[in-house]
Nanobody
Framework: MFSCRRRGGGLVHPGGSLRLSCAAS????????IGWFRQAPGKEREWVAC????????YYKGSAKGRFTISRDNDNNTVDLQMSSLKPEDTAVYYC???????????????WGEGTQVTVSS
């Protein structure tokens, strides 16, 4: 099974930081493609950060560059999304997804975690 949870509170003030984490059971993340997606109210789901395959190249949506960092901890079989300088428009339900294909993250990825609410508000 695949699980995602907040590390810290889900409600954050603008400019604050939050770390999300997914822990995998029954699969290994070290050579997987892993993506963080989000879906805001009334919006379609979009990817915001991606690690592609074994070489661990990272990619970010334009609005997340310089603020979000995706990382993989092979020893603990987890993947994190560190978010900083958060803005109200970052408010969304966030998802972690995993796939064995060494291609950019996309909606057809094989494994999906449960959504985690992130709210950025004063």
């Amino acid at each position: 099974m695949f699980s995602c949870r907040r590390r810290g509170g889900g409600l954050v003030h603008p400019g604050g930081s939050l770390r999300l984490s997914c822990a995998a059971s029954g699969l290994t993340l070290d050579s997987s493609t892993i993506g963080w997606f989000r879906q805001a109210p009334g919006k379609e789901r979009e990817w915001v950060a991606c690690i592609v395959g074994r070489y661990s190249g990272t990619y970010y949506k334009g609005s997340a560059k310089g603020r979000f960092t995706i990382s993989r901890d092979n020893d603990n079989n987890t993947v994190d999304l560190q978010m900083s300088s958060l803005k109200p428009e970052d408010t969304a339900v966030y998802y972690c997804a995993v796939d064995s294909l060494p291609i950019m993250c996309y909606e057809g990825m094989t494994y999906w975690g449960e959504g985690t609410q992130v709210t950025v508000s004063s």
